[in-house]
């Protein structure tokens, strides 16, 4: 069972990046999936999740309107979105996978309940 970020890069502010988040080994889309994000000597922040009972959507204020998650059932795998990026999307993001049902959105931001978490990759943007 394996969860694998992949996509980050060098981009300038403005730019867009899509964030790719594959799964082995479970079958993703009846999980709730999260993003997260740690900047350079900051905690570990929320990003998004999609949650696997309803399909709704969350967003963290911070990217509310520029980030969007999305999933390919075939590719077993969730993508965020990243428009306008700015500097300070500048951290190392991670996806995270639970199998709990009816989670509250606190206890999925606050990383406490995820089976799987994938290691991260790299999103650098310049000023």
């Known amino acids: 069972v394996q969860l694998q970020a992949s996509g980050g890069g060098l981009v300038q502010t403005g730019g867009s990046l899509r964030l790719s988040c594959a799964a082995s080994?479970?079958?993703?889309?009846?999980?709730?999936i999260s993003w997260f994000r740690q900047a350079p000597g900051k905690e570990r922040e929320w990003v998004s999740c999609?949650?696997?009972?309803?399909?709704?959507?969350f967003y963290a204020d911070s990217v509310k309107g520029r980030f969007t998650v999305s999933r390919d059932n075939a590719k077993n795998t969730m993508y965020l979105q990243m428009n306008s990026l700015k500097p300070e999307d500048t951290a190392v993001y991670y996806c995270a996978a639970t199998s709990k049902r009816h989670v509250i959105l606190s206890r999925l931001r606050d990383g406490t309940e995820y089976d799987y978490w994938g290691h991260g990759t790299l999103v650098t943007v310049s000023s």
């Open positions: 999609r949650r696997g009972s309803d399909g709704n959507q």
């Open positions: 080994g479970f079958t993703l889309d009846y999980y709730t």
